[in-house]
């Protein structure tokens, strides 16, 4: 990854993400003074990446009319697991050149505001508001309506703080997980009709065969109870032959399906994972959306073991976007552009002397579920979008770094690129 600096070997307690919005001052036209405009932003770290819209509108409403700035900041995709912000900080200055520089980042602070959280249509998103009836909304409306203005530049600069352990998902917000079985499953009723006495129906599987209980299929399983009831010859049917699965997947996807509990295989993959979902929605089980969360969760704390290896990541990310995976495909495509970016682009094109390289290149060209974009133009556009931030990190104690501070002590580190 490339950086500007890099101090310490440790992970950093905090990490700000600074976007400066440049906006230039128009007086109005013929006494329409009523305009609105939104930049995007993209905050990257490691396994997270969150895309975040800035708004700025004027109007001109109320009687007397008076001009009155709106500036606020929300969340612009939803998704299951994601870290929170600790603090949101809005600054504004006026620079007197009519180009903008990033470099003059250091121009003199003109106002500077807290926001304050706001409640948004849904209640995982985050947004955050600058108060209407503050003295920063006075100085930004005063900036934007003065005369002697038009023609300059005013740079929005928004602070987001997170504190590091936020980005350590926990998935604890997932809905509908399956529980594991039991330790002692003597006496629990659901697991007595797994027993082989009761077994009166025989499914083939790839590597052997396994007795079942007929009735036990028919009231937990939409597809047995179809097969069972379609015609006389299902009700009498004594086998069902699935010759593509191993008889161990099949197994516990038949104790998911009767007793409501699942045990996740100790050498889980992609590639097991496929074949656990593919049984899944061949069976048809009851509460089958549960077995598919709580695999696809499984897979994200497994990727979060170890994400150095680039190959490994790549292998997830097509099985992600796949199977519609949207947590597991978002957490692989930004430790990619964390990461990985400037290898996975030299080493996944269709130019690419490895034959298994370009195949995977090929897989993520293409759209997704419902003509999404590919993940290739995904990466890329997390990539554009994270480059518009600088970051600073905090190792140790309080941060105390603000937007207009350079890093003065051994503690802040600042890193303006990713890679």
């Known amino acids: 990854m490339g950086s500007v600096m890099k101090v310490y070997d440790e992970d950093p307690t905090e990490i700000t993400f600074i976007y400066d919005w440049p906006v230039q001052i128009f007086q109005p036209v013929n006494g329409f003074n009523v305009f609105g405009d939104t930049e995007t932003f993209c905050t990257n770290y490691r396994s997270a990446s969150h895309e975040w819209m800035v708004h700025l509108y004027r109007t001109n409403f109320g009687v007397p009319s008076r001009p009155r700035i709106h500036l606020y900041l929300e969340q612009s995709r939803v998704i299951t697991a994601h870290p929170s912000p600790k603090e949101c900080k809005f600054s504004f200055r006026l620079l007197d050149d009519t180009h903008y520089d990033a470099s003059l980042h250091l121009r003199l602070l003109i106002g500077k505001i807290t926001a304050v959280r706001s409640v948004t249509t849904f209640s995982s998103m985050d947004s955050f508001r600058v108060p209407r009836d503050s003295q920063f909304v006075e100085s930004l409306t005063q900036c934007f309506t003065n005369q002697s203005n038009s023609g300059k530049t005013i740079v929005i600069t928004v602070d987001l703080l997170f504190n590091t352990e936020s980005f350590n998902l926990g998935f604890s917000s997932w809905m509908s997980m399956v529980p594991a079985p039991p330790v002692d499953t003597t006496n629990d009723f659901r697991f007595k009709v797994l027993s082989s006495e009761d077994a009166d129906f025989t499914i083939h599987c790839r590597d052997g065969d396994l007795k079942i209980s007929k009735s036990a299929l028919f009231l937990s399983s939409d597809y047995f109870r179809f097969l069972f009831t379609a015609n006389d010859e299902g009700l009498m049917s004594k086998e069902q032959s699935v010759p593509d699965y191993n008889l161990e997947s099949v197994r516990k996807v038949l104790v998911f399906m009767i007793t409501g509990t699942f045990e996740m295989p100790g050498n889980l993959s992609p590639e097991l994972a496929r074949e656990l979902i593919d049984i899944a929605m061949h069976f048809k089980p009851l509460n089958r959306d549960a077995l598919r969360n709580t695999i696809h969760r499984a897979l994200c704390k497994l990727l979060l073991q170890d994400f150095s290896i680039l190959d490994k990541i790549v292998h997830f990310l097509v099985f992600a976007h796949e199977m519609n995976l949207s947590q597991l495909k978002v957490m692989c495509m930004s430790i990619i552009v964390y990461e990985h970016y400037k290898r996975f682009k030299q080493e996944y094109n269709e130019e690419s002397p490895n034959a298994d390289?370009?195949?995977?290149?090929?897989?993520?060209?293409?759209?997704?579920?419902?003509?999404?974009?590919?993940?290739?133009?995904?990466?890329?556009?997390?990539?554009?979008?994270s480059l518009k931030c600088r970051r600073v990190f905090r190792y140790g104690g309080k941060s105390n770094l603000n937007s207009f501070q350079v890093p003065r002590n051994s503690n802040d580190t600042m890193w303006n690129d990713v890679d």
């Open 357 to 385: 390289h370009r195949a995977l290149h090929e897989r993520l060209r293409r759209s997704g579920f419902l003509l999404t974009v590919s993940p290739l133009s995904r990466i890329d556009s997390i990539r554009r979008q």
